[in-house]
């Protein structure tokens, strides 16, 4: 069964995004990176948040690499978890009203591969309900001093063991997986 991997490029100071969603902080940063290129093609879908989906590209300004997931890297089945209604279909992408539907249709696309999640409001909520597997943060050396941060949430503290890390020309990656009380 896929697992659900939350991947996120992140400031030192925590932030995914700057103010306002703002990307174009990440667009100088953005180089070679062996890990995330190793990654890639084990991705079978994409679970993808509302804002993350109609928000800023780091690319955006590359016309071969504007509005296509790692910048054109990758291609598959993207699933965009949204509570909007009436929205019209495009090739390739689903959108889905709940949690565990999303789950179960990026899971179902992704076969053995991963599920890579993209936005910091989907990974919160599959941290709270006990389903997402592992994380990977590439921190990327700039203070941004707001915006949205990687997780936001309160409650109980959330384990997590290393399974690797990487240190990239770009960014330092770190990749866990989520340990869950028994």
């Known amino acids: 069964m896929a697992k659900l991997l939350y991947s996120a ?16 902080w990440l667009t100088p940063r953005l180089g070679p990176d062996p890990l ?12 993808v948040g509302w ?9 955006r300004l590359d016309p071969a690499k504007a509005g296509k997931p790692f910048g054109g890297g990758w291609s598959g089945e993207q699933f965009v978890l949204t509570h909007r209604s009436g929205l019209s279909a495009l090739p390739g992408i689903t959108f889905v009203d709940s ?22 409001d989907v990974a919160r909520q599959l941290i709270e309900t006990g389903q997402l597997d592992e994380v990977l943060v590439g921190i990327v050396p700039v203070l941004l001093g707001d915006g949205t941060p990687l997780f936001e ?16 020309a770009a960014s330092t990656d770190a990749w866990f997986r989520v340990v869950y009380p028994e």
């Open 153 to 168: 949430r309160a409650g109980a503290p959330v384990a997590l063991e290393r399974l690797t890390a990487n240190i990239a």
């Open 9 to 24: 490029s992140m400031s030192l100071d925590g932030y995914i995004a700057g103010p306002g969603g703002d990307m174009s």
């Open 36 to 47: 995330i290129d190793g990654l890639i093609p084990q991705i079978g879908a994409l679970l």
């Open 51 to 59: 804002r993350t989906f109609g928000g800023d590209d780091p690319n």
């Open 99 to 120: 949690l565990p539907g999303a789950v179960a249709a990026a899971r179902a696309a992704a076969g053995d591969g991963y599920v890579n999640v993209l936005g910091a």
